[in-house]
């Protein structure tokens, strides 16, 4: 009898995979890539048609040789990693390295493809194996030369003009870009004052308002009323003429229909588990592979969800049947459109062969599986079957009503508007959310019941103060849905791109807002100045668009690496001659250094921006920059704070490792306090039972916790604390842990209990904010 190997990526799909293929089959994992290009320069010759330098990642190495051992007593070769480039490289990766052993001597290989784990798709998929795709591989190979080949010419580049350790990527540096230029669109943003008045009315004992759209005859704009004074004379004029009525002057109801959203692709469920779960695209990743992978629902293991990583809006014909069935018999026949909905997908690059993100047994009800999913991956999967569900429901029906009502002698008038739902259609399982809406997805508002020409109770006229807002900075949904819009990047990509960002610091992630930090500015600000086209919007996407192309067998791909590598890298070596460090790390200024006269200067240092005198280093005057940029002259003293050491003022610092309290006599006087206090978490110290455990910043950030009678008690913990006795071993605290495999769980902290259960809440709940502020 035959034996057949099988190689997927992860042990989890492995675990999954095998027991679908019985006794047979062997299924080991790759553990993702096995080879890489080699991490240092000349791995990509250009000169030799892009010839590339591999070798096995070493982590992966006994992977490697363990599939080389389980290979020697298989007949058959069955390559089934993830249906994408990157799965097709790994696949193809593999063949190459087992080939040059001469392992594959006299032994069938085949490529398998799957868009679910599920045993119907694993055994059609071996019934029917396909072979490697090669223009996939040129794809993925082009992919990987360009970002090496931009990596190791351009990050040399920034060490020479910025500073050492840094890197550019060729996909990162257009998002960054986005946040950057967002940032000073805020930066540069005027706010203006504006007024808006509005009349609070009641109709048959229900209280509703209605804005004002017409004065004097004069039809009312955003900026018409700009002061108080007239807004006040405004309110005045209205009250007089209403005399405590206004009449219902014109009425208008008409229905509306709203359509459901399309089922899940991987930028959309990054970003409504962002908006709706507040996961990370990383979080949401991470959680939707486990999904995919492989769950076990009481003694049966079954990926609950379609793969993760595609752009295709498509559902199966069996799939949609199935869905329709399940919408009949759980929410009634007339909640079944009379023909299954299509959606188009919106990337013209998407594999219409590919599904979008669905469950795969739509029947695995959320709430029937519950107990065998951790808080996150229910959440998750939860989303994803009420999106899905949803799609394939009839429209919802909204009642729609607008009516006008006239002050006075009809010279002013004021507008009211709602929405009541007379058939819910899709709407009971499921409304799609919006970004920067602090209104709750769900609210609708709601109007008394009206007739033209009847009066309605006026209680009083509302004169509201507003001003302008800039537009908000970039959240983790919003950036997504910007890169997917403009073309850059690809659905494997999203969550890589935001995590270099944040890795590199050239990001930082607060009140989940992006900000680019001092050195992500210069790096861009150099990128924008100096490579321009590299980190245009355009020629990102159709770079993206060729590569596709390429995929697609439409164009090879060594053309294509000749016509990006020529231009980049004579573009390369003109800049290293003809930019200066100065012109990209300082920025001229109109004042002169109090102490020698020269030119002062905005220059970056290790902890940032500071202003200092272009005659360094003969001269070595320096001050402080303040956030918004504006200069800092003296050090901000911490009003009615004095040194405990010597008495003297307290002052705000910057050091390498941010904002500080020191002593303004320093450097007579060394004292020094954190900006920010530790936050109590209000748990007592297990160890000591006298102090209560703190929440603390280490000189890197980090977060963690440790008793508050240091040094006396050394106790510490880097998860948080709850106030909970171990059900195990009686510990008088328990910590909320987060990890890959297993999601959020409380945990006992003692290293020999090994007591672990889900946690419902969110980590952050317990965690509480970073710090709070010195007073």
Same mark, same amino acid.
Do not use: C
């Given at each position: 009898m035959s034996k057949n190997l099988v190689i997927v990526e992860s042990p989890a799909k492995a675990k999954t995979i095998e027991k679908y293929l019985g006794k047979d089959f062997q299924v080991l994992a790759s553990y993702g890539h096995v080879r890489d290009l080699v991490p240092k320069e000349g791995a990509v010759d250009p000169a030799n048609d892009f010839a590339m330098k591999y070798e096995v990642i070493e982590r992966n190495q006994r992977h490697v040789q363990a599939i080389s051992k389980a290979l020697k007593t298989a007949d058959t070769l069955y390559l089934a990693t993830d249906p994408d480039r990157e799965g097709e490289a790994i696949s193809w990766h593999l063949y190459e390295l087992l080939n040059d052993k001469k392992q594959l001597k006299n032994k069938a290989v085949h490529r398998v493809v799957f868009h679910e784990i599920t045993k119907k798709a694993v055994t059609d998929a071996i019934a029917h194996p396909e072979e490697l795709a090669i223009n996939l591989i040129n794809a993925q190979q082009a992919r990987r030369a360009l970002d090496y080949l931009v990596g190791f010419n351009l990050s040399p580049l920034l060490w020479k003009k910025i500073r050492r350790g840094l890197s550019a990527g060729r996909v990162q540096s257009p998002a960054l870009r986005m946040i950057v230029e967002r940032e000073l669109e805020i930066e540069a943003f005027k706010s203006r004052e504006y007024w808006t008045i509005e009349a609070a009315l009641t109709a048959h004992e229900q209280a509703f308002k209605a804005r004002l759209t017409q004065l004097d005859g004069a039809k009312q704009s955003q900026f018409s009323i700009t002061n108080q004074a007239e807004a006040e004379a405004a309110k005045q004029t209205l009250l007089n003429a209403a005399d405590g009525k206004l009449i219902v002057s014109k009425? +208008? %109801? %008409?229905?509306?229909?709203?359509?459901?959203?399309?089922?899940? $692709?991987? #930028?959309?469920?990054?970003?409504?588990? #962002?908006? %709706?779960?507040? @996961? /990370? &695209?990383? *979080? &949401?990743?991470?959680?939707?592979?486990?999904?995919? !992978?492989?769950?076990? $629902?009481?003694? +049966? &293991?079954?990926?609950?969800? /379609?793969?993760?990583? &595609?752009?295709?809006?498509?559902? #199966?014909?069996?799939?949609?049947?199935d869905i329709r069935e399940l919408i009949a018999e759980n929410y009634g026949i007339g909640n079944v459109p009379k023909e299954p909905r299509v959606f188009k997908t919106k990337s013209k690059n998407a594999q219409e062969a590919h599904e979008a993100i669905r469950p795969t047994y739509p029947r695995y009800l959320p709430a029937q599986i519950k107990n065998y999913l951790t808080a996150e991956q229910f959440k998750l999967y939860d989303l994803i079957w009420k999106r899905t569900i949803a799609c394939q429901m009839i429209h919802a029906t909204l009642d729609m009503i607008a009516v006008d009502l006239s002050c006075g002698d009809g010279l002013h008038m004021f507008r009211a508007s709602g929405s009541t739902i007379a058939s819910p259609g899709f709407m009971a399982v499921y409304l799609e959310g919006k970004d920067d809406n602090k209104e709750s997805d769900d609210k609708e508002s709601f109007l008394p019941p009206l007739e033209e020409g009847r009066p309605v109770d006026l209680n009083d006229i509302v004169a509201g103060q507003h001003f302008t807002e800039p537009p908000p900075r970039y959240g983790e949904a919003s950036l997504v849905k910007a890169l997917e819009e403009h073309g850059i990047g690809r659905p494997s990509t999203y969550a890589t791109i935001i995590s270099t960002l944040q890795n590199r610091e050239y990001v930082t992630l607060d009140s989940k807002r992006f900000y680019p930090?001092?050195?992500?500015? $210069?790096?861009? =600000?150099?990128?924008?100045?100096? @490579?321009?086209?590299?980190?245009?919007?355009? @020629?990102?996407?159709?770079?993206?668009? !060729?590569?596709?192309?390429?995929? *697609?067998?439409? =164009?090879?791909?060594?053309?294509?690496?000749?016509?990006?590598?020529?231009?980049?890298?004579?573009?390369? #070596?003109e800049k290293e001659e003809s930019v200066q460090r100065k012109d990209v790390t300082q920025e001229a200024m109109d004042e002169k250094c109090p102490e020698c006269g020269n030119a002062l200067s905005i220059r970056l240092g290790r902890n940032g921006r500071f202003i200092g005198c272009t005659h360094y280093p003969e001269c070595s005057y320096t001050r402080n920059l303040n956030e918004d940029g504006t200069t800092a002259d003296e050090p901000e003293v911490l009003e009615g704070r004095a040194c405990p050491t010597c008495s003297s003022p307290l002052v705000l610092k910057a050091g390498r490792y941010g904002k500080f309290i020191g002593c303004s006599a320093y450097p007579k006087c060394r004292y020094i306090e954190p900006l920010e206090k530790p936050m109590d978490t209000g748990v007592e110290c297990p160890q000591c039972k006298t102090g209560s455990i703190l929440k603390r910043k280490s000189r890197n950030g980090k977060i963690f916790y440790s008793c508050s009678g240091y040094p006396k008690c050394d106790y510490a913990l880097w998860n948080a604390p709850v106030k909970e006795s171990c059900p195990s071993c009686h510990w008088p605290i328990l910590t909320v842990k987060e990890t890959k495999r297993r999601g959020v769980e409380k945990v006992c902290p003692q290293k020999d209990c090994k007591y672990a259960t889900p946690y419902e809440g969110d980590p952050a709940d317990v965690q509480g904010p970073v710090s709070s502020p010195v007073s």
């Open positions: 009425l +208008e %109801k %008409k229905q509306q229909k709203r359509n459901p959203a399309p089922p899940f $692709i991987t #930028s959309t469920l990054q970003q409504e588990a #962002s908006r %709706k779960l507040g @996961f /990370t &695209t990383k *979080r &949401t990743m991470m959680v939707a592979q486990q999904l995919y !992978e492989g769950i076990d $629902i009481g003694g +049966e &293991t079954a990926g609950l969800i /379609t793969y993760m990583r &595609t752009d295709s809006v498509n559902l #199966s014909v069996e799939a949609v049947a930090t001092d050195v992500g500015r $210069i790096v861009n =600000k150099f990128l924008t100045e100096h @490579f321009t086209a590299y980190v245009d919007y355009d @020629f990102t996407a159709n770079l993206e668009d !060729e590569l596709d192309a390429v995929s *697609r067998g439409e =164009k090879d791909w060594i053309p294509l690496m000749r016509a990006f590598w020529q231009p980049f890298t004579t573009l390369i #070596s």
